[in-house]
């Protein structure tokens, strides 16, 4: 059997469970926690993955790694998890099984599609570095298609053309990856170097520091391009994304 064979088993195998299950994906919604004392399997595996990955950061996480907190050997996990890769996918998975899908409105879709987003990041900020992951390789979770098919249906409530609805979810799916990429590596950089990042207003005045001959613009609107609270950033792209997905209607 070849791998894209095996794949493929493996696919129709989680869309049966699903069925079986009353179309939810089985064991998606277990809790995240400290490895115990039991037989090796891959939900074991996913926990301690993310036990080491709130310790330590995704970077630091590896087969070996896991390994090692498992007291067993490397080769031992792939009976469970065939290789970093779909441990990826299976971390982003239960990530996303953690996220609540509204029914559509076409009245409140906008509101519903940022909601869902904003869920989806808050996930990923609770794991440093983890949103890395999503960029691995194309979703095979069943919970992670049930992302996509949730902000599919709001997007197609609304009015939305099919492949314009699909390209925004693409888009929405890559921001919010990688601004939760952004945010955890520089609260790691915080940490390792022991000191605060620099506030607004202090890059504030380091870009008023600039040559205005060179700089005339960023010089003069410093604040603004050094302006915002919180996740307000986040919000301002997306519904910008959103606003464009409603002028094409």
Request: negative net charge.
């Amino acid at each position: 059997m070849t791998e894209r064979e095996s794949s493929r088993d493996r696919w129709a195998d989680q869309v049966a469970a699903l069925e079986a299950h009353g179309g939810r994906a089985s064991g998606g919604g277990a809790s995240v926690g400290r490895a115990r004392k039991q037989p090796l399997s891959s939900e074991r595996i996913v926990e301690v993955a993310f036990d080491i990955i709130a310790a330590e950061g995704y970077e630091a996480l590896t087969m070996r790694r896991i390994a090692v907190a498992l007291g067993t050997g490397p080769a031992s996990l792939y009976a469970h998890v065939r290789n970093k890769a779909e441990l990826d996918d299976l971390l982003i998975g239960r990530l996303c099984a953690a996220v609540p899908l509204p029914e559509p409105s076409a009245t409140d879709w906008r509101a519903q599609f940022l909601d869902v987003c904003r869920r989806l990041r808050d996930e990923y900020l609770r794991y440093p570095g983890i949103s890395a992951a999503a960029f691995t390789a194309a979703p095979h979770s069943l919970e992670t298609m049930r992302i996509s098919e949730g902000l599919l249906s709001i997007l197609l409530e609304a009015g939305v053309e099919p492949d314009r609805a699909a390209w925004t979810i693409d888009a929405a799916f890559l921001y919010v990856s990688a601004y939760s990429l952004e945010h955890s590596l520089r609260e790691q950089a915080e940490e390792r170097d022991g000191e605060p990042a620099r506030d607004a207003g202090e890059l504030a005045e380091r870009l008023r520091m600039l040559p205005p001959t060179l700089f005339p613009n960023t010089v003069a609107h410093a604040d603004a391009l050094t302006s915002g609270r919180g996740h307000e950033r986040f919000d301002f792209t997306l519904e910008l994304l959103l606003r464009g997905v409603s002028d094409g209607r």
